[in-house]
């Protein structure tokens, strides 16, 4: 199976400071169809997982253009430019190009 | 788009359980469905994976012979059967949507004596 490592596991943040997740995966995202299936997603206390990223830089509907996806290969980051109060949570990064898909082991973002 | 799943419960170990997820506000026949776990206070796991007629189904390894996903798309849902249960498969049970575009809040599953 892919192992997905995020760095680092626990954020705490300034609100309106920047903040940066990094994935790195055990083996290449680039699937046979050219496309890298990363995707992010972000899940707040108490709520369900909600996706905001997927195919490495591809924003989700309604979500905030703070939140960008850079990467290639096997090296991915999430940034977000501006730490909002309503980003505490739980981020968590997703290789879907090789099955099994799997997760990160999860970025806890607090405010500082 | 609505993902609602229901079926969870306290089980003993070894026990069975059928999870469903009925779903609205989208082309529910169109669509890969999922499910996905979360144990208590950890990460995120998929569990397995259906494509849109239900003839491909794709499970996590540890699952693989115990779980059986499956579809009725006159009903819009989605099933989990869950068989021989072990205290590991305690955890909140997501139905998601292709690729995990859509979530729903999720269904506890309790294994225990």
């Known amino acids: 199976d892919v192992v997905m490592t995020q760095s680092p596991l626990s954020l705490s943040v300034t609100l309106g400071q920047p903040a940066s997740i990094s994935c790195r995966s055990s083996q290449s995202l680039v699937s046979s169809d050219g496309n890298t299936y990363l995707s992010w997603f972000q899940q707040r206390p108490g709520q369900s997982p909600r996706r905001l990223i997927c195919k490495v830089s591809y924003r989700d509907s309604g979500v905030p253009d703070r939140f960008s996806g850079s990467g290639s290969g096997t090296d991915f980051t999430l940034k977000i430019s501006r730490v909002e109060a309503e980003d505490v949570g739980v981020y968590y990064c997703?290789?879907?190009?090789?099955?099994?898909?799997?997760f990160g082991q999860g970025t806890k973002v607090e405010i500082k | 788009v609505q993902l609602v799943e229901s079926g969870g419960v306290l089980v003993q170990p070894g026990g069975s359980l059928r999870l469903s997820c009925a779903a609205s506000?989208?082309?529910?026949?169109?669509?890969?469905m999922n499910w996905v776990r979360q144990a208590p206070g950890k990460g995120l796991e998929w569990v397995a994976m259906?494509?849109?007629?239900?003839?491909?189904?794709f499970y996590v390894g540890s699952m693989r012979g115990r779980f059986t996903i499956s579809r009725d798309n006159a009903k819009n849902s989605l099933y989990l059967q869950m068989n021989a249960l072990t205290v590991e498969d305690t955890a909140l049970y997501f139905c998601a949507g292709d690729r995990g575009v859509s979530w729903g809040q999720g269904t506890l599953v309790t294994v225990a004596s």
């Open positions: 506000g989208f082309n529910f026949a169109t669509s890969w």
């Open positions: 259906l494509n849109q007629d239900g003839t491909l189904k």
């Open positions: 997703l290789q879907d190009t090789h099955w099994p898909w799997t």
